[in-house]
């Protein structure tokens, strides 16, 4: 019992993570209908910022913050750079801009802080919180930063007059610009955040898979299926999504299929979902008259 309430309470915190991840996937297809498959390394390469900021005496928080400016500003970039030229060409070319910005970001971390595996510190103790077995204090505080984060994001769509605006552009831009939103700086600051979040998300898992340019292709594949799972339209779907799908691989993993195959869980969740549920379990079903 005891290792089961331990992998279920690991399963909670890398699912924040992924929650985190999944989260800013359902932010962009909400704004421009199209999945970020750059989302991990995104998230990578703010670690990789991270880690130098620490390394060059930034003390962690600080850190922390500094690299989720820089990710905001990057993916504010990339959607205004690259993103807006080609929004009206055809789906398959943005596609692979989003490819090729997989491998862009990829090379560049191997680039400019090489392959090696690298350490990333935690900024929370190494003994267990209250005495406890089950949970570390990076686990815990994992889960604390993740909840903070979506919290705030929650408050911020939700009261703000900015958070309305940004909602309404990516529900419907044509009658946004009819009533003075400018459609075009909300997705600006749409991508931003979301890579803001991601930045969240790789900073919070370095310390537990280590650091290196291809860390975060596991974790989009299980944010991939947390978002699916949720429905790739509901933020807060998603998030429940993620928590479910961290639980789920740790279980699994651990009784059922073994370590090695875990990743195998995150396919069986996406297959599944597409044939049962393809709108997700508290995504909205779209029907479009032809």
């Known amino acids: 019992m005891d290792a089961l309430i331990h992998q279920i309470a690991a399963g909670l915190a890398t699912g924040g993570i992924y929650a985190s991840v999944a989260l800013a996937l359902v932010m962009i297809h909400q704004a421009t209908h199209l999945v970020n ?3 991990g390394e995104m998230a990578m390469f703010s670690t990789y910022i991270a880690w130098a900021l620490i390394h060059a005496g930034v003390p962690y928080w600080g850190a922390f913050v500094l690299t989720v400016g820089a990710a905001f500003v990057i993916g504010a970039l990339i959607q205004r750079v690259i993103l807006h030229p080609i929004r009206g060409g055809s789906l398959l070319s943005q596609v692979v801009v989003f490819v090729g910005l997989v491998f862009i970001f990829n090379s560049l971390a191997g680039w400019i802080f090489t392959y090696t595996i690298k350490s990333f510190p935690s900024p929370f103790p190494e003994a267990a919180p209250f005495g406890q077995r089950y949970i570390s204090a990076h686990e815990l505080g994992a889960i604390g930063v993740t909840l903070i984060v979506l ?9 703000t007059t900015l958070g309305l605006a940004m909602r309404a552009a ?7 610009r009819l009533v003075g939103i400018r459609v075009g700086s909300m997705l600006m600051l749409g991508w931003g955040l979301a890579a803001s979040v991601g930045s969240v998300a790789g900073m919070m898992v370095a310390p537990i898979v280590y650091l290196d340019p291809n860390m975060m292709a596991g974790v989009l594949l299980y944010a991939f299926a947390a978002a699916l799972i949720g429905g790739i339209d509901s933020p807060g779907g998603a998030v429940l999504g993620g928590f479910l799908v961290g639980v789920l691989e740790n279980v699994l993993g651990a009784y059922v299929v ?9 396919l069986v969740l996406i297959v599944g979902v597409l044939l049962v549920r393809p709108s997700g379990f508290f995504g909205r079903v779209q029907v479009s008259r032809v």
């Open 151 to 159: 919290l705030l994001l929650w408050a911020f769509f939700r009261f």
């Open 170 to 176: 990516a529900q419907n831009p044509v009658s946004s």
């Open 258 to 266: 073994g370590n090695e195959l875990k990743l195998v869980v995150a």
């Open 37 to 39: 498959f750059a989302q």
